[in-house]
Nanobody, 117 residues
């Protein structure tokens, strides 16, 4: 069983920055993908950024150039650095880990990011 704990969500004004963290613990298979989804009220859940076991990173078009995902394998932690935040970035952000060996996915509890005008 894998557990994910997120932190870093906050209220911030437009143009500001936040850094989200997600720490994984438990029985973690080495070959896995980690990343971040977000969901705003009334909208579909959106993949924001991902980092695969092979080291490939991917970003949603809406956050390219503003958000950066990084991963510390020694600490089993993934980060999301968010810069130049916009009100439309307001959402609950969820960390995930996808175990590629067993095909299981794990989710954090979510952390609220609110960007004011």
């Amino acid at each position: 069983q894998v557990q994910l704990v997120e932190s870093g969500g906050d209220l911030v004004q437009a143009g500001g920055s936040l850094r989200l963290s997600c720490k994984a613990s438990g029985r973690i298979f080495i070959i896995n993908n980690m990343g971040w989804y977000r969901q705003a009220p009334g909208k579909e859940r959106e993949l924001v950024a991902s980092w695969t076991s092979g080291g490939t990173t991917n970003y949603a078009d809406s956050v390219k150039g503003r958000f950066t995902i990084s991963r510390d394998n020694a600490k089993n932690t993934v980060y999301l650095e968010m810069n130049s935040l916009k009100p439309e970035d307001t959402a609950v952000y969820y960390c995930y880990l996808r175990d590629l060996h067993y095909g299981r996915s794990y989710w954090g509890q979510g952390t609220q990011v609110t960007v004011s005008s």
